[in-house]
């Protein structure tokens, strides 16, 4: 017994130890689920020496409750446009020193100056994309163009639907033609009963986990982000991407670092290497989604930097960006949840 | 023909329960990250060996099982061996306090846990993990100790003190042998309880301090990584045969007390 | 013994992690927030007076419910089956039975999304028959399923462990004074191993009920259960007060239940089953 005792004691100290020496020259990253390739994760631990704590999450909104609660400490977010403009409202970031990041001009002007963060001072863009209908033309004859085929009868159990309350919404009031952010009660109960409309056509409200269901042929049509959808057409080109006519979610993902971060400098470097446009390739050729900076897209295999689906022409969408909407969380999750109890 | 039905249900059951654990063993050896087969491969288990991400996950895991059953373990014997020498309504009380977390649901205890480390500013990680797990666990230590407890004479412990033996040497000496059984059982329980909680973790943990329940519902939702299945074939044959070698040292045992009786 | 300081520790455990975050758990209830003054208010409990709240309460009543029924339909014939005479290797048979168990929760929950796809290996097998896809995930159906899938084996152990403590002289008593094998059933053996029926029922009954992952993980989003509603009070829409009063209501719920099923005494002897 004692001696079993001493086994499991010294098999403790040693796996403790294993975790403590760990902890002193570290960046700790929160960043989308499948959103980076994590071999450029350990290039950044050879060049700097310093090691990569990588963590996910899968919206935006449980990455802020756990991030706003302040127990959590991370040093770099990777959240989207509107919460970084709800968390530098809320004065949870930190101001980037962005002499330090060289690399920083390597980003296009497109994505500089942008409403969320309008002086460039606490964001650096990641990636940027639309959001759109993925379809199985194997499945489905005819052209898919517009919000409204995602309510076609025809398409019973063969839809999945995005299960995030904001991207849902967004398809709904597009659909019926609105903006949006918008705050208009009447248009928001509109949408609402729209999406109750869609709900017996709807064969399960899916995240990531919906991507490779897709490719599988699992249901007909999927409600997707561009980058995802160019890596599901990769698997499976029977799949085709469209951005709807009546518009969509143009948005931009980008680096910043909290407020509490631990390791302001080391969350520098890292944001530094995330743009270098070699390792700014690696990352778009794995995840899909398109670069914000032209030197990187120029890396690219032929095929990915001239995909209509990750580099549509901004200038011929309809496309708006997402606000911060703080003052809109109530509804939109009692919108979302009168959905989900609603009966199929 | 009441027997052949009887064994059909059995055969169903046992089917039905070792349905997915054959897919998971299955899909660790899939040549392809898809869910159809495309050949056998031990791809998987070479890719394991690469992945840190559920390498940390493992480790973690481990360290808090360790960790949080040991001091479970603690804490609960001292408990069980006080709690059977009180009466009345302080007994009562300790049991009411012992029940509550095994009556509550995971996720209450998991949320109000959560509550308690924010608002006095632990920082979520390795710490509020153990310190869960021990809340959640200790109370099955205690009650896998509390049976044997009843059954010992409180007079052996009394007459080792009578005959000079300090308390904590008659505790060893007299205590202890009865109630081990009892306490390594519980501390089993403790440890398989860490190794398996998902709910509880999930709301206590945070900056990059994952465990492998953890890891696997974050990627169960976005298509689980086939590493995953491979690590989970090995755990589990580990145990398989961690319970038969315990199993058969037993059956050895009582064979071999049989002879001597 | 008379070192009552022994258990400190463990008074002391007891009050910071489960007494102060319990009352925690009220306090939030009871508060909400208004221009950074904290005051006390019922607001959270009367928003969950609401036809859309109660509405998912009484669904996740209703699933649990069905769910303790099925498990226990299912488990008590078979715990009489193990302990019957004709099975010689019981122990083998009930180890097989919690073996299971031993893989993680998650991946087994996981695995049955693999299995009942639309394009999943039992549809493949169907298609290979000539028999047509059957859509078995992404429903109430399927939830009900993985509750029942996961919690089974909570309701087996202790039925098992109660039928087994019976003293058998009892049941042959019955037989000797005439009666037939379902009056013995009903006054003997199942009276005796009600103990072990309302623990089973308690630890099948209170995981159904609070599950959030499941739901998740078989429900495809279509359905949303109490669990649900409470997780994402506190992952996604960040509202404690109305994710405590949910959590107090849900307790309230529980202990009712468990007071209803049973008396303090059986319920003692059923958690020394544990």
């Not at chain 1, 007909?220 to 997707?224: C, R, S, V």
């Not at chain 2, 755990?235 to 580990?238: Q, S």
């Given at each position: 017994?004692?001696?079993c005792?001493i086994?499991?004691?010294g098999v403790?100290?040693?796996?403790a130890g294993c975790s403590?020496?760990?902890?002193?020259?570290?960046v700790?990253?929160y960043?989308?689920g499948d959103?980076?390739?994590?071999?450029?994760n350990r290039m950044?631990?050879?060049e700097t020496?310093?090691?990569v704590?990588?963590?996910?999450?899968?919206t935006?909104?449980e990455m802020y409750?756990?991030?706003?609660?302040?127990?959590?400490t991370y040093?770099?977010?990777?959240?989207?446009?509107y919460?970084?403009e709800k968390m530098?409202n809320?004065e949870?970031?930190?101001k980037?020193?962005?002499?330090k990041?060289?690399?920083y001009q390597?980003?296009?002007?497109?994505f500089?100056n942008?409403p969320y963060?309008?002086?460039?001072?606490?964001?650096?863009?990641?990636?940027w994309?639309?959001?759109?209908i993925?379809?199985?033309?194997s499945?489905?004859?005819?052209?898919i163009?517009e919000w409204?085929?995602?309510w076609?009868?025809?398409?019973?159990?063969?839809?999945?639907?995005?299960d995030?309350?904001?991207d849902?919404?967004?398809?709904a009031?597009?659909?019926l033609g609105?903006?949006m952010n918008t705050?208009?009660?009447?248009?928001?109960?509109?949408?609402?009963q729209e999406?109750?409309a869609?709900?017996?056509?709807?064969?399960?409200?899916?995240g990531?986990?919906?991507?490779?269901k897709?490719e599988n042929g699992?249901a007909?049509?999927?409600?997707?982000w561009?980058?995802?959808?160019?890596l599901?057409?990769?698997?499976n080109?029977d799949?085709k991407?469209?951005?709807?006519k009546?518009?969509?979610?143009?948005?931009?993902?980008?680096?910043v670092?909290?407020?509490?971060?631990?390791?302001?400098?080391n969350a520098?470097k890292y944001?530094?290497?995330?743009?270098?446009?070699?390792?700014a390739a690696?990352?778009?050729?794995y995840i899909?989604?398109?670069?914000?900076?032209?030197?990187?897209?120029?890396l690219?295999?032929?095929?990915m930097?001239n995909?209509?689906?990750?580099?549509?022409?901004?200038?011929?969408?309809?496309?708006?960006?997402?606000t911060d909407?703080?003052?809109?969380?109530e509804?939109?999750?009692?919108?979302?949840t009168e959905?989900?109890a609603a009966?199929? | 023909?009441?027997?052949?039905?009887?064994?059909?249900?059995?055969?169903?059951?046992?089917?039905?329960?070792?349905?997915?654990?054959?897919?998971?063993?299955?899909?660790?050896?899939n040549?392809?990250?898809?869910t159809?087969?495309?050949g056998f491969s031990?791809k998987?288990?070479?890719?394991l060996?690469?992945?840190?991400?559920i390498?940390?996950?493992?480790?973690?895991?481990l360290?808090?099982?360790?960790?949080?059953s040991?001091?479970?373990?603690?804490?609960?014997?001292m408990?069980?061996v006080?709690?059977?020498?009180?009466r009345?309504?302080?007994r009562?009380?300790?049991?009411a306090?012992?029940?509550?977390?095994l009556l509550?649901?995971?996720?209450?205890i998991?949320?109000?846990?959560?509550m308690?480390f924010?608002?006095?500013n632990?920082?979520?990680?390795l710490?509020?993990?153990?310190?869960?797990?021990?809340?959640?666990?200790t109370?099955?230590?205690?009650l896998?100790?509390m049976?044997?407890l009843?059954?010992?004479?409180?007079?052996?412990?009394?007459?080792?003190l009578?005959?000079?033996a300090?308390?904590?040497?008659?505790?060893?000496?007299?205590?202890?042998?009865?109630?081990?059984?009892?306490?390594?059982?519980?501390a089993?329980?403790?440890?398989?309880?860490?190794?398996?909680?998902f709910?509880?973790?999930?709301?206590?943990?945070?900056?990059g301090?994952?465990?492998?329940?953890?890891?696997?519902?974050?990627?169960?939702?976005?298509?689980v990584s086939?590493?995953i299945?491979a690590?989970s074939?090995l755990?589990?044959?580990?145990i398989v045969?961690?319970?038969?070698?315990?199993?058969?040292?037993?059956?050895?045992?009582?064979k071999?007390e049989?002879?001597?009786k | 013994m008379n070192?009552?300081?022994?258990?400190?520790?463990?008074?002391?455990?007891s009050?910071?992690?489960?007494?102060?975050?319990?009352?925690?758990?009220?306090?939030?209830?009871f508060?909400?927030t208004?221009d950074?003054?904290v005051?006390?208010?019922?607001?959270?409990y009367t928003k969950?007076?609401?036809?859309?709240?109660?509405?998912?309460?009484?669904?996740?009543?209703?699933?649990?419910?069905?769910?303790?029924?099925?498990?226990?339909i299912?488990?008590y014939?078979?715990?009489?089956?193990?302990?019957?005479?004709e099975?010689?290797n019981k122990?083998?048979?009930l180890?097989l039975?919690i073996l299971?168990?031993?893989?993680?929760?998650?991946m087994?929950?996981?695995?049955?999304?693999?299995l009942?796809?639309?394009?999943?290996?039992?549809n493949?097998?169907?298609n290979?028959?000539?028999?047509?896809t059957?859509?078995?995930l992404?429903?109430?159906?399927?939830i009900?399923?993985g509750?029942?899938?996961?919690?089974?084996?909570?309701?087996i152990l202790?039925i098992?462990?109660s039928?087994?403590?019976?003293?058998?002289?009892?049941?042959?008593?019955?037989?000797?004074l005439?009666?037939?094998?379902?009056?013995?059933?009903?006054?003997?053996?199942f009276?005796?191993?009600?103990?072990?029926?309302?623990?089973?029922v308690?630890?099948?009954f209170m995981p159904s009920l609070?599950t959030?992952?499941i739901?998740?993980?078989l429900?495809?989003g279509?359905?949303?259960?109490?669990?649900?509603m409470?997780e994402?009070q506190?992952t996604?829409t960040?509202n404690?007060?109305?994710g405590?009063a949910?959590?107090?209501i849900l307790?309230?719920?529980?202990l009712v239940?468990?007071?209803?099923?049973s008396?303090?005494?059986?319920?003692a002897k059923?958690g020394?089953?544990?």
């Open positions: 017994m004692k001696k005792s086994l499991l004691l403790m100290f040693s796996l403590g020496e760990a902890n002193n020259n570290v700790k990253v960043n989308w959103y980076i390739d994590e071999s450029t950044f631990e050879e020496g310093i090691k704590i990588y963590e996910v999450f899968p935006n909104e409750a756990k991030v706003s609660n302040g127990n959590a040093d770099v977010l990777i959240p989207s446009d919460m970084i530098i809320e949870l970031l930190t980037i020193d962005m002499t990041i060289q690399n390597e980003i296009d002007d497109d500089k942008l963060d309008i002086n460039n001072e606490y964001s650096v863009p990641y990636t994309g639309t959001m759109g993925v379809y199985n033309t499945m489905i004859d005819e052209e163009d409204a085929d995602m076609n009868p025809k398409y019973e159990n063969q839809i999945f639907m995005y995030s309350e904001r849902a919404i967004m398809v009031l597009k659909k609105y903006s705050k208009d009660p009447s248009q928001l109960e509109q949408a609402k999406l109750i869609q709900k017996p056509l709807v064969l399960a409200y899916v990531d986990e919906g991507k490779g897709m699992e007909a049509m999927m409600l997707a561009a980058g995802d959808a160019e599901m057409i990769g698997n080109p799949l991407y469209v951005i709807p009546e518009g969509t979610n143009y948005f931009v993902d980008a680096m670092i909290p407020k509490n971060s631990e390791n302001y400098d520098l944001i530094d290497f995330m743009c270098r446009p070699d390792i690696l990352n778009m050729e899909g989604y398109s670069t914000p900076s032209s030197a990187a897209r120029e690219l295999p032929d095929e930097k995909s209509e689906v990750a580099y549509p022409d901004l200038d011929l969408i309809n496309k708006e960006m997402f909407p703080s003052s809109m969380l509804t939109y999750s009692r919108i979302w959905v989900k009966s199929k | 023909m009441m027997n052949s039905l009887k064994r059909i249900y059995l055969g169903i059951i046992i089917v039905i329960l070792y349905a997915p654990i054959l897919v998971l063993i299955t899909f660790s050896f040549e392809s990250k898809t159809s087969w495309q031990f998987w288990y070479i890719q060996a690469q992945n840190p991400s390498q940390s996950a493992l480790r973690y895991t360290i808090v099982a360790f960790v949080s040991i001091i479970a373990t603690i804490i609960g014997v408990a069980a006080m709690i059977n020498n009180l009345g309504i302080k009562q009380f300790i049991m306090l012992t029940y509550i977390p509550s649901p995971d996720i209450v998991g949320i109000s846990l959560m308690l924010s608002t006095i632990v920082p979520f990680g710490t509020t993990l153990i310190l869960s797990h021990v809340t959640f666990s109370p099955y230590v205690i896998s100790i049976p044997r009843m059954l010992l004479n409180p007079n052996t412990y009394e007459a080792a009578d005959l000079g300090t308390p904590l040497y008659a505790f060893r000496k007299v205590i202890l042998p009865e109630i081990l059984p009892g306490v390594i059982s519980g089993f329980i403790a440890f398989t309880m860490s190794i398996d909680d709910v509880v973790s999930f709301f206590n943990t945070a900056s301090v994952n465990t492998l329940s953890i890891q696997i519902y974050s990627m169960a939702r976005r298509g086939p590493e299945n690590i074939t755990i589990f044959l580990t045969i961690i319970l038969t070698i315990v199993n058969i040292k037993a059956s050895r045992k009582m071999l049989g002879v001597q | 070192r009552k300081y022994l258990i400190t520790p463990y008074a002391l455990w009050f910071i992690f489960v007494i102060v975050p319990l009352f925690l758990l009220v306090i939030y209830s508060v909400k208004v950074g003054q005051i006390f208010s019922l607001e959270s969950f007076f609401d036809p859309l709240y109660i509405d998912v309460l009484l669904r996740s009543l209703r699933l649990a419910f069905i769910t303790t029924i099925i498990c226990f299912m488990a014939p078979l715990a009489m089956i193990l302990n019957s005479r099975f010689s122990t083998m048979i180890i039975i299971p168990m031993w893989m993680n929760s998650l087994r929950t996981y695995a049955w999304m693999i009942l796809e639309n394009k999943g290996v039992i493949n097998i169907l290979f028959f000539g028999l047509p059957k859509q078995f992404y429903s109430e159906g399927s009900i399923f509750m029942i899938y996961n919690f089974f084996p909570f309701m202790p098992y462990t039928l087994t403590k019976i003293d058998n002289h009892l049941i042959e008593a019955s037989y000797d005439g009666a037939n094998k379902i009056l013995t059933f009903r006054k003997i053996i009276p005796l191993s009600f103990p072990g029926v309302i623990t089973g308690i630890m099948v609070t959030f992952m739901t998740r993980l429900g495809g279509q359905v949303i259960l109490i669990g649900n409470i994402e506190f996604r960040n404690w007060g109305f405590s949910l959590s107090m307790m309230g719920i529980i239940s468990i007071m209803f099923f008396k303090n005494e059986t319920l059923g020394s089953l544990i």
